[in-house]
């Protein structure tokens, strides 16, 4: 559909639990807007929305889908989200560039999990929402304790404008323009009736409280309630736009999307009263707030891009400001580089239809940029408008990946490339110290969908397991060992011989009376580990401007690799205090290997311990489950540092090793009904108890013999 004027356009996403039915009002609101002929099912792997054969296997929204629809004379783009929490990113992406937020819930099993989190989503975005209940016309649906429970968990602003008028009807009441419609079997228009009396003292008392919830949002509207004791119909609808854009006031639609029931009125109140982009305001990083004027200098912003088969590379867009057409020359504000824009298309999920232009506050896709990735602002050249970036939720899922098939690791590094570039929570680092390759999501199913992708659009089929842990080895007190390295087989012969004294490096140096420090040198090591090198060489019987850089050599060699359990070690003083060279002999090597051994004498003398990485971890749960996580913390050697209430959450900050908290968001998400969510960060290394430490020298030994 052609649009002129971002007056025309609404950009709604449908948000909500996984099952409330997101894709099939997608469905309904295509077939009764007349987009498609024929209504799809999901267990048919049918609809416009779940059109990837991942989402058809598993009858599942995975990823968020663009669709379109025309009514009256709007246009109105439709992202339809998925509701299982791994795929958050989706649902937040699609929420930043919607315009009104459809909270798509089952009538028959009220507020759950994913309308709570992806409330959360909302309150950042600051999004205008609307809550519709699905399921209307099943009997067990009990629209108004889920009307309580909506005010209960998200406040007073749920504004009823619909209630069906019994249990297992096609028949709605509509508050705000206080009339009832009938929808026939079979039919997407309503017949327009008197309100039944039995309905009719509830709806006169909705209308009143919608009318006067709607004057409370405007001082103005106010003032003409009370001098006339009523509102227009515009006066109605411009008031609740303005409450949708303040987030005052969420107006509560009930449907049943399989039946058609209330798609048509729910199409009707978009139109007219949703908020057009034209009506807020898009904030930038670099100066004053964006209005969608077509006119403007064109500014497009990526939320998302995917690779499609047989077509490439999309880049979803929203056209912030001005009008994008094919055959500009934009600047990626990222990158610097000029991106030519050729076909723009509409889409209705896996269809797509080309057109010669999107205006601003419009949705929609461009292929074949050369380097534009999500989060990506395309500007006019000299323009340094840049739209703020999506914050994405931090991985929480971690799995060590490699190929089943030896030597695709270049084809696995590729897939890892356009996964991750194409799903930004989607995060992989190479560890080289361990040799190991990480691949780390949400949770354990999008992990599950990020391989099924490597398998199917990189051709690399690769295999999961539990990461290694990148342990430190120290030492607990200062010793000395003393190595001579001699050979002597025929020809130039190798000789030194080197004393050594190795302690924890943790301030100032406290020698010992017998040694006199010469010189210093730090080495940061590339495991993030400092080592101090003292000269203490007095005398000559060392020539320390020849060897001292052969010393450090051999001593960082054995670090990489410590005596312990091969792990690298952490900070250490090394103090180079006698020893001997040979006027023939001594060579760079000899002095290498010779303090290569000398060191892990040192070290064993020295209280060797292992080191453990420990993160610092954020727990968000409702109440309820607050002695449930604790008591499991504490069987993973966690300490709880404190417990901040905020509203109905609890947030627990404890600091847990990192080894104990491998597929910890499963677990959560059993021990509190998929309610708790968890952010870690790496804090700090600690010593390791000695019965584990006993356990992980063994487990590595094991591992590094093939045993």
Same mark, same amino acid.
């Given at each position: 559909?052609?649009?002129?004027?971002?007056?025309? !356009?609404?950009? =709604?996403?449908?948000?909500?639990? $996984?099952?409330?039915?997101?894709?099939?009002?997608?469905?309904?609101?295509?077939?009764?807007?007349?987009?498609?002929?024929?209504?799809?099912?999901?267990?048919?792997?049918?609809?416009?929305?779940?059109?990837?054969?991942?989402?058809?296997?598993?009858?599942?929204?995975?990823?968020?889908?663009?669709?379109?629809?025309?009514?009256?004379?709007?246009?109105?783009?439709?992202?339809?989200?998925?509701?299982?929490?791994?795929?958050?990113?989706?649902?937040?992406?699609?929420?930043?560039?919607?315009?009104?937020?459809?909270?798509?819930?089952?009538?028959?099993?009220?507020?759950? +999990?994913?309308?709570?989190?992806?409330?959360?989503?909302? %309150?950042?975005?600051?999004?205008?929402?609307?809550?519709?209940?699905?399921? !209307?016309?099943?009997?067990?649906?009990?629209?108004?304790?889920?009307?309580?429970?909506?005010?209960?968990?998200?406040?007073?602003?749920?504004?009823? =404008?619909?209630?069906?008028?019994?249990?297992?009807?096609?028949?709605?009441?509509?508050?705000?323009?206080?009339?009832?419609?009938? *929808?026939?079997?079979?039919?997407?228009?309503?017949?327009?009736?008197?309100?039944?009396?039995?309905?009719?003292?509830?709806?006169? %008392?909705?209308?009143?409280?919608?009318?006067?919830?709607?004057?409370?949002?405007?001082?103005?509207?106010?003032?003409?309630?009370? %001098?006339?004791?009523?509102?227009?119909?515009?006066?109605?609808?411009?008031?609740? @736009?303005?409450?949708?854009?303040?987030?005052?006031?969420?107006?509560?639609?009930?449907?049943?999307?399989?039946?058609?029931?209330?798609?048509?009125?729910?199409?009707?109140?978009?139109?007219?009263?949703?908020?057009?982009?034209?009506?807020?305001?898009?904030?930038?990083?670099?100066?004053?707030?964006?209005?969608?004027?077509?006119?403007?200098?064109?500014?497009?912003?990526?939320?998302?891009?995917?690779?499609?088969?047989?077509?490439?590379? *999309?880049?979803?867009?929203?056209?912030?400001?001005?009008?994008?057409?094919?055959?500009?020359?934009?600047?990626?504000?990222?990158?610097?580089?000029? %991106?030519?824009?050729?076909?723009?298309?509409?889409?209705?999920?896996?269809?797509?239809?080309?057109?010669?232009?999107?205006?601003?506050?419009?949705?929609?896709?461009?292929?074949?940029?050369?380097?534009?990735?999500?989060?990506?602002?395309?500007?006019?050249?000299?323009?340094?408008?840049?739209?703020?970036?999506?914050?994405?939720?931090?991985?929480?899922?971690?799995?060590?990946?490699?190929?089943?098939?030896?030597?695709? #690791?270049?084809?696995?590094?590729?897939?890892?490339?356009?996964?991750?570039?194409?799903?930004?929570?989607?995060?992989?680092?190479?560890?080289?110290?361990?040799?190991?390759?990480?691949?780390?999501?949400?949770?354990?199913?999008?992990?599950?969908?990020?391989?099924?992708?490597?398998?199917?659009?990189?051709?690399?089929?690769?295999?999961?397991?539990?990461?290694?842990?990148?342990?430190?080895?120290?030492?607990?007190?200062?010793?000395?060992?003393?190595?001579?390295?001699?050979?002597?087989?025929?020809?130039?012969?190798?000789?030194?011989?080197?004393?050594?004294?190795?302690?924890? *490096?943790?301030?100032?140096?406290?020698?010992?009376?017998?040694?006199?420090?010469?010189?210093?040198?730090?080495?940061?090591?590339?495991?993030?580990?400092?080592?101090?090198?003292?000269?203490?060489?007095?005398?000559?019987?060392?020539?320390?401007?020849?060897?001292?850089?052969?010393?450090?050599?051999?001593?960082?060699?054995?670090?990489?690799?410590?005596?312990?359990?091969?792990?690298?070690?952490?900070?250490?003083?090394?103090?180079?205090?006698?020893?001997?060279?040979?006027?023939?002999?001594?060579?760079?090597?000899?002095?290498?290997?010779?303090?290569?051994?000398?060191? @892990?004498?040192?070290?064993?003398?020295?209280?060797? =311990?292992?080191?453990?990485?420990?993160?610092? +971890?954020?727990?968000?749960?409702?109440?309820?489950?607050?002695?449930?996580?604790?008591?499991?913390?504490?069987?993973?050697?966690?300490?709880? $540092?404190?417990?901040?209430?905020?509203?109905?959450?609890?947030?627990?900050?404890?600091? =847990?090793?990192?080894? #104990?908290?491998?597929?910890?968001?499963?677990?959560?998400?059993?021990?509190?009904?998929?309610?708790?969510?968890?952010?870690?960060?790496?804090?700090?290394?600690?010593?390791?108890?000695?019965?584990?430490?006993?356990?992980?020298?063994?487990?590595?030994?094991?591992?590094?013999?093939?045993?």
């Amino acid at each position: 559909m052609t649009v002129s004027d971002p007056q025309q !356009i609404r950009n =709604v996403a449908l948000v909500g639990h $996984q099952g409330s039915g997101k894709t099939a009002l997608t469905e309904a609101i295509l077939y009764t807007s007349g987009a498609i002929s024929r209504v799809g099912t999901v267990s048919d792997g049918t609809t416009q929305s779940d059109h990837h054969e991942s989402e058809k296997e598993r009858q599942m929204s995975i990823f968020s889908t663009l669709l379109h629809a025309a009514w009256d004379d709007k246009k109105i783009n439709i992202l339809d989200t998925p509701g299982y929490p791994d795929f958050a990113s989706e649902v937040i992406a699609s929420m930043r560039v919607a315009d009104t937020a459809l909270y798509v819930m089952d009538a028959r099993s009220g507020v759950e +999990v994913g309308t709570e989190m992806a409330w959360s989503y909302g %309150e950042q975005t600051e999004t205008p929402s609307l809550f519709v209940l699905n399921h !209307i016309d099943q009997a067990s649906a009990d629209f108004r304790s889920i009307v309580d429970e909506i005010e209960d968990r998200f406040g007073r602003g749920a504004a009823v =404008v619909q209630l069906p008028a019994g249990e297992g009807t096609r028949t709605l009441v509509d508050v705000l323009r206080m009339r009832q419609l009938y *929808y026939p079997e079979g039919e997407t228009e309503p017949e327009v009736q008197p309100i039944d009396n039995a309905f009719e003292d509830e709806a006169r %008392e909705l209308h009143e409280t919608l009318v006067e919830d709607i004057a409370a949002s405007d001082d103005t509207l106010m003032e003409t309630y009370f %001098e006339q004791g009523e509102l227009t119909d515009d006066q109605m609808r411009n008031g609740l @736009r303005k409450a949708m854009i303040d987030r005052q006031l969420y107006p509560v639609f009930v449907t049943s999307a399989t039946e058609m029931v209330g798609v048509s009125r729910l199409l009707d109140f978009i139109g007219s009263v949703c908020p057009s982009p034209a009506s807020r305001r898009v904030k930038t990083e670099s100066g004053p707030n964006l209005t969608a004027d077509p006119d403007d200098a064109p500014v497009a912003f990526v939320y998302r891009t995917m690779a499609q088969e047989h077509v490439g590379e *999309y880049s979803y867009v929203r056209v912030v400001d001005g009008t994008l057409q094919s055959g500009q020359d934009l600047e990626n504000a990222r990158t610097g580089a000029t %991106e030519r824009i050729g076909q723009i298309y509409e889409l209705n999920g896996e269809a797509r239809n080309h057109v010669p232009r999107l205006i601003a506050g419009d949705l929609g896709a461009l292929v074949k940029l050369e380097d534009t990735n999500t989060n990506d602002t395309l500007r006019v050249p000299d323009s340094d408008v840049v739209i703020p970036s999506i914050q994405f939720p931090d991985p929480r899922y971690r799995m060590a990946v490699q190929p089943v098939q030896e030597g695709q #690791e270049d084809k696995l590094a590729r897939g890892l490339h356009q996964i991750t570039d194409e799903d930004p929570s989607l995060v992989f680092h190479h560890d080289a110290l361990l040799n190991q390759l990480t691949l780390s999501g949400v949770g354990e199913m999008h992990l599950q969908i990020a391989k099924a992708r490597l398998e199917r659009e990189a051709g690399v089929e690769v295999t999961f397991m539990e990461p290694r842990i990148s342990y430190r080895e120290a030492i607990q007190h200062r010793a000395t060992a003393e190595y001579r390295h001699k050979k002597q087989s025929g020809g130039a012969g190798e000789f030194a011989d080197i004393s050594m004294l190795v302690e924890p *490096y943790d301030g100032e140096f406290d020698p010992p009376d017998a040694i006199d420090v010469r010189g210093e040198d730090v080495v940061e090591t590339e495991w993030g580990a400092e080592i101090h090198f003292i000269d203490a060489i007095v005398g000559g019987i060392i020539d320390m401007n020849t060897f001292f850089s052969s010393i450090k050599k051999g001593v960082l060699n054995t670090m990489k690799e410590g005596p312990v359990a091969g792990f690298p070690v952490g900070n250490v003083r090394v103090v180079i205090y006698d020893g001997g060279m040979h006027p023939v002999d001594s060579n760079e090597a000899a002095f290498k290997r010779a303090a290569f051994q000398c060191f @892990r004498r040192a070290f064993q003398e020295a209280g060797p =311990v292992l080191l453990e990485p420990i993160h610092e +971890v954020l727990i968000t749960t409702p109440d309820d489950y607050t002695g449930d996580i604790i008591s499991d913390l504490n069987t993973r050697r966690g300490r709880v $540092q404190g417990i901040d209430t905020q509203g109905p959450l609890q947030k627990i900050s404890a600091e =847990v090793p990192e080894a #104990e908290l491998h597929q910890y968001s499963t677990t959560l998400r059993s021990l509190t009904q998929g309610r708790g969510l968890h952010h870690t960060k790496f804090s700090h290394y600690a010593e390791l108890p000695g019965h584990v430490q006993a356990e992980v020298v063994e487990t590595t030994a094991a591992a590094t013999s093939g045993g």
